[in-house]
RNA sequence: GGGCUCUUAGCUCAGCUUGGUUAGAGCGCUACCUUGACAUGGUAGAGGUCAUAGGUUCGAGUCCUAUAGAGCCCACCA
C-alpha cells in the first residue's frame, strides 16, 4: 500500500500477519555467533505442551519480546531461544482423559503403546500455543526451538543423573513422600498446595498394658492408627513422663505400642501424647529413624487400606474408612469426644487430591550441596532480582532446603537410567550395555531399568544450557550461556529459578567459556544475569487469573478484538515492577486508541509530505537542522530526554514507565503540541522549500520515534516506517535504535515553550469557562514581560509566527495582537483576562462576555493563588526553616511568593474594572 | 508461627529509590467542539484531610515505629 492511501483508523489485521512472516521469512530473528558483537540472550520459560495461551504468557513473553527487540535495535547478537516442556504429570493427566472418554487406560494398552500414543498427542497439540504465540508478535529465534524430550536434552539428562549418581548427589532411598493417589506418583513438597480446611480432631483412648491407666491421643487422621507402631511423650512432661518405656494397646488392632519419649512432641498441643505412625506421616517417620521403630505401611497405591490391617477395614478407602473405624471406636468406647477443628491438608497441585503421605522407594537429589554456591551468587549479586524483595525469599528456601524427590510413578517422562539386577545391585548407566559393564553382568543375566521416570523440573533445570547443545560443547554455548535476562513468575522461583541456578553452576565448570578457557568465576557460571519476576495479572475481582477457573480472557480474541499492538501495549502499561494487574480485555482501549492516534499521525505527515513534497520517497538518514524555531529546538530536547528516559527505565526493568513515556511522549508532546505548531508553517505563507524542510523534519521525528516505539509495538510501527520513506528493503526491527544527542537536551528551550503553552492554556481557560464558542472570533491582547519578548522575537521565525501559533492553538477564531511592557497598554474595557509569569492576557468580549463569570472566574483564581501565597508566606515567617533549609530552596519560596503575589495582584486589578 | 506486599480522585493505578514545584495519568463524569490526521478525536472543567496514630526533620504522600484493613509466600501443630 503506498503511503497516501493510509486508511482512516488503524486495522491491525490488515498488518500483522503479514509482517510476522516477512520477518520470519527473512529470518530477521535468528542469531548466530558473531564475535563483533556482544550477545544478548534470552531463554523462554518453555510452555506446556498442554498449554493453551494465557494472559500470563501474554504479558511474560511481551516483556522479554520488548527486551529482546529493544537490544537488537541497540547492536547487540539477540537470540531468544524458544521450546516447550514436556510436563509430565499435566501431559499424562490431559491424555489419559482422553483416553478414558473411549473407556481405556494406560494400563490396558500398555506403556509402549501408551507412550506413542502421548507423542502422537504431543505431535497435534503440542505446538499450539508456540503457534498462539507468533500471534502476539515475539521475535524468537524459531529455528533454535527445543523440546524437553527431544533427543538432545533426553541425553543431557541422562547426562547429568549419571554424573549426579557418580558423585553420590543421587541416591535411592525410601521414604515418606507426598502421595497423590489420584496420580498414583510421588510428588516433589512443592508440588503440594496446603490448603486450610475444617475437620475433626478425634481423642482416642489408648489402654495401657497390665495397667487399668489409658493414654489419650488427638488426631486429625484416626484411620492411619491402624499404622500406628508407638506411642510419644516429652520426656520433660510432668504428667507424662512416667508413661516412657511402658506399652499401650493399640484400640481395634490390639497391637502392643511401645511408649518412648521425645522432645519433638508440642507440650502445648493436644493432649501431650502422640501416637507414632512412621509410614504415613513424615515427622512420624523422622522419629522412627531415630528410636528404630516399625515402620508399617497400611495404604495401597490407591490409598485404599492393605492386608496389614484387620481383615474388616482391609480394601476400605481411606475415608470410608475413618467413617468405620470412628463409628467402631464409639461403639467400643475407646472414642472419647470430636472436636471441630481446622488446619492445613496437603492436597495435589494439578488434581487437589488429598495427599497421602506414604512411604516408598524413591530417588532423590541430594540438595546442600548444590544450594550453597547457588545461594552465594544471588547474595553477592552476580545474579540480580528484579524487584530484589525476593532474594529473601530465596536465602530463606535455599538454607532450609531439603532434598528434592525427583522420582515419579508415570510414564510420560524421561526415564530413569538405572538399571538392577535380579539380585538388586543397581547403577547409572547411558544404556543397556553400559550398565551391564558397570555392574559386572553379562549378557545371560537379565537386568531391569527403573520404571519411574523423572520430575519434568528435572529436564527444566538444564533449559539455559542444554538449549545451546550442553553436552556437547559448541561455539553457540560458549557464546550464548551465560544468557542475559531470565522472565518469569515469582511462583516458580523454586521449582525452576533456583534449580537452573544450581545446575548451571555445576554443570558449567566443566565447560570453556566466552574465552575458551574453562570457567572459573561466578559470573561466567550462572545461568542469567538478571531475573525479572513478573507481575500476577488478576481479574477485575483481584483472583488470580488461571485456567482452572477460566477468568482468563482468551488472549487470541483480544488480539482479534484490538490488535496484537496494543494488548501488548495495554499489558506493559498495566505493570509495575513487582505489584499485580487488574486486567480486563476493555482495558486494551488504550492501547487501541493509542496505536490509532499514532497511526493518524503518520497518515497526517505523509499526506503533507505529498501536498508539499510530492510523491518521490524520502531517505529521511539524518536529521534537517535548517531553520530550526523554538517548536523544533523543543521537540529536539523532548525527543532525546524520551530517548534516554527509555533506555534507562528498561535497564531498570521499570517495563510500566518505559511504556507509559512513549505514550506521553508520542501522544502529548509530539501530536498535542508539535503537530499542531508544525500546521501552523504548513498552512502558513512560508515559501515551498522551508516547508518541505519542515515536513521532512517533522517525518525524521517521527521515524525515530517508531524506533523508540517498536519493541513494545513492533507492528504498526514496523507498518508504518515501511511507509514512512525508502528503506531498501530493511526492516525496522534490525534499524538502529535511537541514540541519544545530549545536546539537543536544553532546559532553556523547555522553559521557554512551556511558557507559550501557559499562554495558550490561558486563552482556552477563558474560553471554556466563559462559553466562548470556538466559531465567535475574540481578539487576545498581550501584554508582555520583557522577559518573554526575546521568545518571541529570537526563537520564532518571526513575531508574527508567534501569533500564528496563538491563533491556531488556541482552538477557535482569533485576532491575537501584542504590546511589550515598555509599550502603553491600552487595556480593553470589558474584558477577560489572564496572568501568565507576569505577562497579562486580555481578551476584549464587550457584548458577548457574561461580566458575572468572569468575575467569578477571577474571584476563585485570586483565591487560589491567595491560598499559595498564604502558604509560602506562613513557611517564610518559620525562622526555622529560614536558618535552617538550604539557601536555594529558600530562595526558590521567595521568589514564588513574589510571582505569585504579582500574577494575584494583576487579576486584582482587573477584577476591579469589571465592577 | 516466620516473612513479604499493598492502602493516593468514583474506578484502576503512577509518584516514595534520592524528603522541598500548585500531588499526576487512563477510564468514568460535566460543558463545549465534527476546525483541512484522528469522535478509537479535540478543548476546558469538577473530583484527593495521600488508611489511622505517633516519631524523625526547618519541612513528610515520600523516611522510621505502631495500629487497622486487604492480599501473597514459607513452615507447620499430631
Known amino acids: 500500500m503506498s503511503a497516501q492511501e493510509l486508511s482512516k483508523t488503524y486495522n491491525p489485521k490488515d498488518v500483522e500477519d503479514k509482517w510476522y512472516s516477512y520477518w520470519e521469512t527473512n529470518k530477521l530473528f535468528h542469531a548466530t555467533v558473531n564475535k563483533d558483537k556482544t550477545p ?84 497435534k497439540y503440542g505446538s499450539t500455543i508456540i503457534q498462539q504465540l507468533r500471534k502476539l508478535g515475539v521475535s524468537c529465534d524459531w529455528e533454535r526451538e527445543r523440546f524437553t524430550m527431544d533427543e538432545g536434552l533426553s541425553n543431557a539428562v541422562k547426562e547429568v543423573f549419571i554424573r549426579l549418581f557418580e558423585k553420590g548427589l543421587v541416591y535411592r532411598g525410601k521414604y515418606i513422600v507426598n502421595w497423590c493417589p489420584q496420580h498414583q506418583t510421588a510428588l516433589s513438597d512443592d508440588e503440594v498446595d496446603h490448603v486450610e480446611t475444617n475437620g475433626n480432631l478425634y481423642y482416642i483412648k489408648y489402654q495401657l498394658a497390665d495397667s487399668s491407666e489409658y493414654a489419650i491421643i488427638a488426631t486429625t487422621r484416626p484411620e492411619t492408627m491402624l499404622g500406628d507402631t508407638a506411642l510419644c511423650v516429652h520426656p520433660k512432661d510432668e504428667r507424662h513422663k512416667h508413661l516412657i518405656g511402658k506399652t499401650a494397646i493399640l484400640p481395634i488392632v490390639n497391637r502392643k505400642l511401645q511408649i518412648i519419649g521425645d522432645d519433638y512432641i508440642d507440650l502445648s498441643f493436644g493432649t501431650g501424647v502422640m501416637k507414632v505412625t512412621p509410614a504415613h506421616d513424615a515427622n512420624d517417620f523422622l522419629l522412627s529413624q531415630r528410636h528404630k521403630l516399625q515402620q508399617l505401611n497400611i495404604f495401597d497405591e490407591t490409598s485404599h487400606l492393605n492386608n496389614s490391617v484387620p481383615k474388616e477395614y482391609s480394601g476400605m478407602d481411606r475415608f470410608e474408612c475413618r467413617a468405620k473405624l470412628v463409628k467402631d471406636l464409639e461403639e467400643q468406647g475407646f472414642l472419647l469426644k470430636v472436636e471441630p477443628y481446622a488446619h492445613n491438608i496437603g492436597k495435589c497441585y494439578r488434581c487437589h487430591t488429598v495427599i497421602e503421605p506414604w512411604l516408598s522407594d524413591q530417588w532423590f537429589v541430594k540438595m546442600k550441596p548444590l544450594a550453597e554456591p547457588a545461594l552465594l551468587v544471588v547474595q553477592q549479586g552476580v545474579v540480580r532480582f528484579h524487584p530484589e524483595r525476593w532474594v529473601k525469599v530465596y536465602e530463606h528456601w535455599m538454607t532450609n532446603i531439603r532434598d528434592w524427590c525427583i522420582s515419579r510413578q508415570i510414564w510420560w517422562g524421561h526415564r530413569i537410567p538405572v538399571y538392577y539386577t535380579p539380585d538388586g545391585n543397581y547403577t547409572a548407566a547411558r544404556n543397556e550395555e553400559e550398565a551391564r559393564k558397570k555392574l559386572g553382568v553379562g549378557n545371560d543375566i537379565p537386568i531391569r531399568q527403573d520404571e519411574d521416570v523423572l520430575d519434568t523440573w528435572f529436564s527444566s533445570w538444564l533449559w539455559p544450557f542444554t538449549t545451546l547443545g550442553w553436552p556437547e560443547e559448541n561455539e553457540d554455548l560458549r557464546y550464548f550461556n551465560p544468557t542475559d535476562t531470565l522472565v518469569t513468575g515469582p511462583d516458580i522461583i523454586f521449582f525452576w529459578v533456583a534449580r537452573m541456578i544450581m545446575a548451571n553452576i555445576e554443570f558449567m565448570k566443566a565447560t570453556a567459556g566466552k574465552d575458551g578457557k574453562p570457567r572459573k568465576h561466578n559470573a561466567d557460571l550462572i545461568p542469567f544475569r538478571d531475573v525479572y519476576f513478573t507481575s500476577i495479572i488478576r481479574d477485575a475481582q483481584g483472583r488470580k487469573m488461571s485456567k482452572s477457573l477460566g477468568n482468563s480472557p482468551d488472549p487470541l480474541d483480544v488480539i482479534e478484538q484490538y490488535g496484537a499492538d496494543a494488548l501488548r501495549f495495554t499489558v506493559t502499561y498495566l505493570s509495575p515492577l513487582g505489584q499485580d494487574v487488574l486486567f480486563s480485555t476493555e482495558k486494551c482501549e488504550l492501547g487501541r486508541n493509542f496505536a490509532n492516534k499514532i497511526w ?129 528493503g530493511q526492516s525496522l526491527m534490525r534499524a538502529d535504535f535511537p541514540s541519544v544527542n545530549e545536546s539537543y537536551i536544553n532546559q532553556t528551550i523547555e522553559t521557554k515553550f512551556n511558557f507559550i503553552i501557559k499562554v495558550i492554556e490561558a486563552v482556552r481557560n477563558i474560553r471554556g469557562e466563559l462559553n466562548v464558542t470556538p466559531s465567535k472570533e475574540i481578539q487576545i491582547v498581550i501584554h508582555f514581560q520583557n522577559k518573554h519578548t526575546e521568545i518571541t522575537a529570537e526563537n520564532i521565525a518571526n513575531a508574527q509566527g508567534f501569533l500564528n501559533y496563538i491563533d491556531r492553538l488556541c482552538r477557535g477564531k482569533t485576532k491575537p495582537i501584542w504590546t511589550t511592557e515598555s509599550a502603553e497598554l491600552k487595556k480593553p474595557k470589558a474584558s477577560a483576562s489572564a496572568v501568565v509569569e507576569g505577562t497579562e492576557i486580555f481578551v476584549p468580549l464587550e457584548g458577548i462576555i457574561d461580566l458575572d463569570a468572569e468575575r467569578n472566574r477571577l474571584e476563585k483564581e485570586i483565591a487560589r493563588l491567595q491560598g499559595l501565597v498564604d502558604g509560602i508566606t506562613r513557611k ?24 505569585i503575589s504579582e500574577n494575584k495582584e494583576k487579576l486584582k486589578r482587573s477584577l476591579e474594572q469589571l465592577r
Not at 880 to 897: I, L, W
Open 876 to 899: 517564610l515567617s518559620n525562622t526555622n526553616f529560614v536558618e535552617r533549609a538550604p539557601k536555594d530552596v529558600v530562595e526558590k519560596e521567595r521568589e514564588k511568593q513574589k510571582n
Open 600 to 728: 493518524n499521525a503518520g497518515r497526517f505527515l505523509l499526506m503533507n509530505k505529498k501536498e508539499i513534497i510530492g510523491d518521490q520517497n524520502l531517505i529521511l538518514d539524518k536529521l534537517p537542522t535548517e531553520h530550526l524555531d523554538l517548536a523544533d529546538r523543543w521537540i529536539l530536547s523532548r525527543l532525546n530526554q524520551a530517548i534516554k528516559s527509555f533506555n534507562n527505565s528498561l535497564a531498570h526493568f521499570y517495563i510500566d514507565e518505559s511504556t507509559k513515556l512513549l505514550y506521553d511522549f508520542i501522544w502529548h508532546d509530539f501530536c498535542d503540541w508539535y503537530i499542531e505548531i508544525v500546521k501552523t508553517r504548513f498552512y502558513g505563507e512560508e515559501p515551498r522549500e522551508i516547508k518541505a524542510i519542515v515536513v521532512a523534519r517533522a517525518l525524521w521525528i517521527f521515524d525515530q520515534a517508531l524506533r523508540l516505539l517498536h519493541p513494545v509495538m513492533p507492528f504498526i510501527s514496523e507498518e508504518l516506517w515501511q511507509n514512512l520513506a525508502e528503506r531498501n
Open 40 to 123: 544478548f540472550t534470552v531463554v523462554i520459560p518453555p510452555p506446556n505442551i498442554t498449554g493453551i495461551l494465557t494472559m500470563g504468557h501474554v504479558l511474560n513473553n511481551t516483556i522479554q519480546d520488548v527486551l529482546v527487540r529493544w537490544k537488537r535495535m541497540q547492536g547487540f547478537e539477540a537470540c531468544w531461544i524458544p521450546g516447550t516442556d514436556h510436563a509430565g504429570i499435566a501431559t499424562q493427566n490431559a491424555v489419559e482423559k482422553s483416553l478414558a472418554k473411549e473407556g481405556k487406560n494406560r494400563h490396558d494398552l500398555g506403556r509402549e503403546k501408551f507412550l506413542e500414543i502421548v507423542w502422537q498427542w504431543r505431535e
